[in-house]
């Protein structure tokens, strides 16, 4: 395994995050995810090829994603070596200090731990203003409930202006950036990515593989969850005319460095400059392939070939408004 900083911070993460939306009861939330001893197994094989590097939210799968995910490091490794991050918005209240206050103890209570490495919001709130929010946060580092603070999917100039927030007030800054980023999906080039890069900000994107598209030469997958997930359905199916083009080219490449598809498209990542991909298996040797992704070294024409043929994409993970409270699925197709 290979090791990078997060941010500006102290704190190592592994350069693959394994990704807890796939663990969890079923039913709560989606219907692949993993019972917990299915999830214990995929976290200890994480583990066990030098994954340090955990990433689960207050609202998946009615928060038994949080408690599989605490009960299967419990005893198996020290605390500090591993790195916990987890998310608050979908929950009542949003990002209101109120909520903050009140979730960041569900959630340490969930794991089972006394803090949290990285907390990040999961979208941006428009109903509470920026600088509660941020204050709120700062008050959990100083608390020493949170080491490190992130975001997850919005527009650039929100993610910004909350930047310019902390530093005004001389309040805790972002120091990862979780947003929806892969060869399928690029909308982020534009602007919130090099906003990123200035400020010294990680990437650790979700949904690296589009959802399996770029793990497999065919669009349609017969897994259960290829069977079942509505909102991987709602993400990229409207594009799928143009997007296999794109799958075609990590297919010759993959032929080219004689690797799988999926290594491709994690080495893509890399080639980015991508801190850490994270990773939703829901199988153990599905970490092994990422794993072996780490010696997969892209040439600068390779990375060409791979982008040259992307047209723009409706916009998938910022949103322009609230969802009702209670919607935790979003993009879903019906």
């Known amino acids: 395994m290979e090791y990078t900083k997060l941010g500006k911070t102290d704190i190592t993460i592994s350069k693959l995050c ?29 583990l066990n090829l030098g994954i340090n590097f955990f990433d689960t939210a207050n609202g998946y799968s009615a928060g038994t994603s949080e408690e599989y995910l605490g009960r299967a ?6 605390r500090d070596q591993i790195v916990l991050a987890s998310k608050v918005y979908f929950n009542e209240g949003r990002l209101s200090r109120k909520a903050i206050l009140r979730e960041i103890d569900g959630t340490l209570r969930r794991l089972g731990t006394d803090y949290l490495d990285l907390y990040i919001i999961h979208r941006f709130d428009y109903d509470t203003p920026m600088e509660e929010t941020m204050e709120a ?22 993610f910004h202006n909350m930047q310019l927030a902390a530093t005004e007030h001389g309040w805790t800054p972002f120091s990862a950036m979780e947003n929806h980023y892969n060869l399928l999906y690029r909308e982020d080039e534009r602007e919130l990515i090099p906003i990123c890069r200035q400020m010294g900000v ?17 669009w349609q997958s017969d897994s259960p969850r290829g069977q079942t997930d509505r909102v991987a359905k709602g993400k ?20 080219k ?28 040797q599905y970490f092994d392939d990422a794993a072996c992704a780490l010696d997969v070294h892209l040439e600068e024409k390779d990375v060409t070939y791979l982008e040259e043929l992307y047209v723009p994409h409706p916009i998938v993970g ?11 699925l979003l993009d879903e197709k019906r």
């Open 18 to 46: 394994v990704g807890c939306m796939s663990f969890g009861k079923a039913g709560t939330m989606h219907d692949w995810t993993l019972d917990e001893e299915k999830s214990g197994e995929v976290i200890r094989h994480a």
């Open 73 to 78: 490091l419990k005893g198996v490794i020290a």
């Open 137 to 158: 946060l700062h008050d959990l580092v100083k608390m020493g409930k949170v080491r490190a603070l992130g975001a997850s999917a919005m527009y650039g100039y929100q």
């Open 202 to 218: 990680s990437l650790m994107p979700y949904s690296p593989l589009a959802a399996g598209h770029l793990a497999r030469s065919a």
């Open 236 to 255: 990229y199916d409207r594009m799928e005319h143009q997007d296999m083009q794109i799958v075609k080219r990590v297919s010759e490449m993959a032929e």
């Open 257 to 284: 460095y004689g690797c799988k598809m999926s290594q491709i498209a994690l080495a893509w990542h890399w080639a980015k400059g991508v801190a850490s991909p994270i990773i939703g298996a829901t199988k153990p």
């Open 318 to 328: 910022a949103i322009n408004k609230n969802p009702e409270q209670g919607v935790l």
